[in-house]
DNA sequence: TCCTTATGTACAA
DNA sequence: TGTACCTAAGGAC
């Protein structure tokens, strides 16, 4: 679930049902108590996510700094909420409640500190304030693989595993190759197809990446949907056919992630 | 019922 | 590079 489509999804979520309310706010689990009296009550005043990182502003001075990790879970329902002993950190107004669990981070943080996480952040594709050329500085003077380069939060925000699988495929890059060759009109059509990507992912709230004219509707063939909700070219494909060219798709380690690509299709 | 795995990150060595 | 941390689902028994 966790890539960056996803935390931008949940800061409108969590706004549309609870901005300009004063919900309950509670840590049934515990680890958050102390700071969920603090703002028990006080007024949610707006939401914003920069990558993974998602930020619930509370009475205009203290924010709430929510990271998912890898197994961080968001889940919306209509009130009354159920009881539950799992869940760090619990919303509830009049009609909703929202509930977070297992998240890495759940802390309340001042403006300084949420500035300092912002500056420790590259560019995202979903924000407003992003520069490109900004990530692309990095990357050009990187002998790192493109493929951790994409990974890595201080060059670009809000790129995970599916999304740098699937970019990298779409463009015909080789994972392999160091940031330093990557072109300015490679990384141009790199970021260009993440912020359409992204802004897609957000408003299905899921991950496609697959072009209309390679659907397996368009190519004759039974949908795959997998894990994640979407329709993809090679995340999580290892051993089956490429959509495009049908060689075998390959999956290796890189930096403690699993990678996926097709090498016929991605030698550039 | 146990084991593996996961869209993430931080820290130690 | 390895390990620790948080939770839940799916598969092997």
Redesign the pocket.
């Known amino acids: 679930?966790?890539?960056g489509h996803?935390i931008h999804r949940l800061a409108s979520d969590y706004a549309d049902r609870f901005s300009g309310t004063a919900p309950r706010v509670t840590s049934p689990?515990g680890k958050f108590s102390d700071a969920a009296a603090l703002l028990d009550g006080a007024e949610l005043t707006r939401t914003e996510a920069h990558?993974?990182h998602l930020f619930l502003g509370f009475r205009d001075t203290d924010w709430v700094h929510i990271?998912l990790?890898?197994?961080?879970?968001v889940a919306f329902g209509d009130a009354p909420a159920p009881p539950t002993d799992?869940v760090r950190l619990r919303l509830a107004n009049d009609t909703s409640y929202v509930d977070l669990?297992?998240p890495?981070t759940c802390a309340l943080i001042t403006d300084a500190e949420k500035v300092a996480v912002h500056d420790r952040l590259g560019p995202d594709p979903l924000r407003a304030d992003a520069d490109p050329r900004a990530a692309y500085r990095r990357v050009s003077r990187s002998r790192t693989t493109i493929a951790a380069l994409l990974?890595d939060?201080k060059v670009i925000a809000g790129v995970?595993?599916?999304y740098r699988a699937e970019v990298l495929f779409r463009h015909g890059i080789d994972p392999y190759r160091a940031g330093r060759d990557i072109t300015p009109a490679e990384w141009d059509a790199v970021w260009a197809d993440l912020v359409e990507l992204m802004r897609e992912g957000v408003r299905n709230n899921r991950?496609d990446t697959v072009r209309p004219e390679h659907t397996p509707e368009a190519m004759g063939r039974p949908p795959r949907v997998d894990?994640?909700?979407g329709e993809v070219y090679v995340y999580?494909r290892a051993t089956l056919p490429c959509r495009l060219c049908g060689g075998e798709i390959r999956t290796a380690g890189l930096?403690?992630?699993?990678l996926f690509w097709c090498p016929a299709c991605q030698q550039g």
Request: hydrophobic share 25%; charged share 25%.
């Open positions: 679930m966790p890539e996803t689990q990558g993974k990271h990790g890898l197994f961080g879970k799992t669990r297992g890495t990974m939060q995970g595993n599916v991950i894990d994640h909700g999580r930096a403690a992630r699993n």
